[in-house]
């Protein structure tokens, strides 16, 4: 049984990894799902991908740290589809491992700009909408929330 009928969910970083996988099994279970994504090729793939088997989905370009971007991403969800019900903040990049010495000032906020400042401007623009139909935040999260190793600005464990 589709757990997600009639849900419209919006998935950042959609256009592959785990955020095209997410945007898959959400259409799989039933929802109407916006697929946000800087990179446009593999965000139109996963559409593609979901109406060929069936489901319902659109594409819309954004950059996460854009937080007029981030804005139009939830209108998008809510003037296509009428709603919102989750949005899945997961659109993030790791920085290759860079240890202390290669972690240039211009790498830490890139790092920075889009795995928390793109993470907070998700929550924030969905929010009003989320209330609306008591919804939900899911956030791609990492163990190297749990510890820290050497090497890198966002840290494996
Ligand atoms: N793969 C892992 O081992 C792993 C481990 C821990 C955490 N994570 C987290 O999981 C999430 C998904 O990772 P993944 O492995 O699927 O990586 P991925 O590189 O396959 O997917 C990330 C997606 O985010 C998009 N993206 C990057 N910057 C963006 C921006 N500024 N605006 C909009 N979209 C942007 C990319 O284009 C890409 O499609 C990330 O937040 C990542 O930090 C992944």
Do not use: C, H
Not at 74 to 101: I, Q
Request: proline residues 1%; charged residues 20%.
């Amino acid at each position: 049984m589709a757990r997600f009928n009639g849900k419209v969910v919006v998935v950042t970083g959609g256009s592959s990894g785990v955020g095209r996988s997410a945007a898959k099994l959400f259409a799989e279970e039933g929802a109407k799902v916006v697929v946000g994504d800087i990179v446009e090729l593999g965000g139109q793939e996963a559409v593609s991908q979901i109406k060929a088997a069936g489901g319902e989905a659109t594409f819309q370009k954004v950059d996460v740290t854009d937080w007029e971007g981030v804005q139009a991403l939830v209108k998008k969800a809510v003037d296509t589809y009428g709603k919102l019900d989750v949005y899945v903040n997961n659109a993030g990049m790791l920085d290759g491992m860079a240890n202390w010495e290669k972690t240039t000032p211009e790498l830490w906020d890139r790092i920075i700009n889009i795995n928390l400042r793109g993470y907070f401007f998700g929550a924030k623009a969905a929010l009003p909408e989320l209330i609306k139909t008591k919804g939900n935040i899911v956030m791609t999260a990492s163990v190297a929330g749990l510890g820290a190793s050497a090497g890198g600005v966002e840290l494996t464990a």
